[in-house]
């Protein structure tokens, strides 16, 4: 069965200082990883995917099917970056019935 | 403005009382889908439907219903035989089932059973 892990709830970070939000994954085949993000009073929106290697918003997230791992991370963190965050798994071909983890709620102090 | 659309935001219900939120889209989308979302479980999928007049359960259907008689709406219904309804209730669409694109979702509509 496809599973999606967060570790930590909470995260609090200071502004300036990198950030890395924990995602791990459990899945036979070969996944597609999703990072979603709500801010607040806004809609859940897609932040990025391991399939288009972009960096959003100076966010980045490899995918490490040793340790089946897609880590988001930042190297300087804003206050604007306050958010919940979750990760998310699909089985091979696209975002159907997209998996999510319980998600991080990342803080960013002045 | 193009979008997914939620009625209503807010709803409080009696307990033995059935409900239906409302979701809209104008995307054209084919697929659209009903997560769940309480605090610290993240998000959980109830239904889907791939296309119009189809949909399937997902991890949490019991106690809810949903149609799907335009490829527009997809209405969901909490009924009162669902335990614990209260909760954040989110809608949302892709272009198509299998698509590697991007799943838009709706602001959400908060339930409270009183």
């Not at chain 1, 994954?25 to 859940?44: A, D, I, M, T």
């Not at chain 1, 979750?86 to 991080?104: D, I, N, P, R």
């Amino acid at each position: 069965a496809q599973r999606v892990t967060q570790p930590e709830k909470l995260l609090s970070v200071f502004k300036g200082a990198p950030v890395e939000l924990k995602c791990n994954y459990s899945y036979s085949g070969s996944p597609e990883l999703f990072w979603y993000v709500q801010y607040s009073r806004q809609r859940l929106q897609l932040l990025l995917r391991h399939i288009s290697r972009e960096s959003i918003k100076g966010f980045t997230a490899d995918l490490n099917k040793g340790e089946t791992s897609f880590h988001l991370k930042k190297p300087f963190a804003q206050e604007e970056d306050s958010a919940m965050y979750y990760c998310a798994l699909s089985s091979e071909g696209g975002s159907e019935k997209l998996v999510f983890g319980k998600g991080t709620k990342l803080t960013v102090n002045p | 403005d193009g979008g997914i659309t939620q009625s209503p935001k807010y709803l409080f219900r009696k307990e033995g009382q059935n409900v239906t939120l409302s979701c809209e889209q104008n995307l054209n989308h084919d697929a659209m889908y009903w997560y769940r979302q309480d605090p610290g479980q993240g998000l959980r999928l109830i239904y889907y439907s791939q296309i119009v007049n189809d949909f399937q359960k997902g991890d949490i259907a019991e106690g809810y219903s949903v149609s799907r008689e335009k490829k527009e709406s997809f209405p969901l219904t909490v009924t009162s035989a669902q335990k614990n309804p209260t909760a954040f209730y989110l809608c949302a669409s892709i272009v198509n089932w299998g698509s590697p694109g991007e799943l838009f979702f709706g602001e959400g509509s908060r339930l409270t059973v009183l």
